[in-house]
């Protein structure tokens, strides 16, 4: 049986999906459902909210961001993230380890075109 999109989507995302969560937040601390909307914009990185808090906590618990409850004008209280410096290094192991993979991949696959 030949995969469909979503399932290929669904293991590309399941390697890269943390990393990209952590490079959202080197912008400055962000909360979860901004996060969730910048990855989910374009229906790739992300395929919705729900598969983005567990990992919001993993990560938390990993010790690769950080936490910070603020107040909110417009509702209840709000969880920041911020990264950590240990999320910064993961991220920047991550990017050398991405760019040689990703031209591989992309000379691999273009080769067939």
Do not use: H
Not at 12 to 26: P, Q, W
Not at 42 to 54: H, I, K, Q, R, S
Request: charged share 25%.
């Amino acid at each position: 049986m030949v995969p469909g999109e979503e399932s290929i989507l669904t293991n590309l995302r399941r390697g890269a999906l943390e990393y990209c969560v952590l490079a959202s937040l080197r912008g400055g601390a962000s909360y979860g459902r901004d996060i969730a909307r910048q990855l989910t914009e374009d229906g790739v990185l992300a395929g919705g909210e729900g598969t983005l808090y567990p990992l919001l906590a993993r990560l938390r618990k990993s010790g690769m961001v950080e936490t910070r409850w603020q107040e909110s004008t417009s509702g209840p209280p709000r969880r920041y993230y911020t990264v950590t410096p240990d999320g910064e290094r993961a991220l920047d192991v991550f990017v050398r380890a991405w760019e040689p993979f990703r031209t591989a991949v992309d000379t691999t696959v273009g080769k067939g075109t």
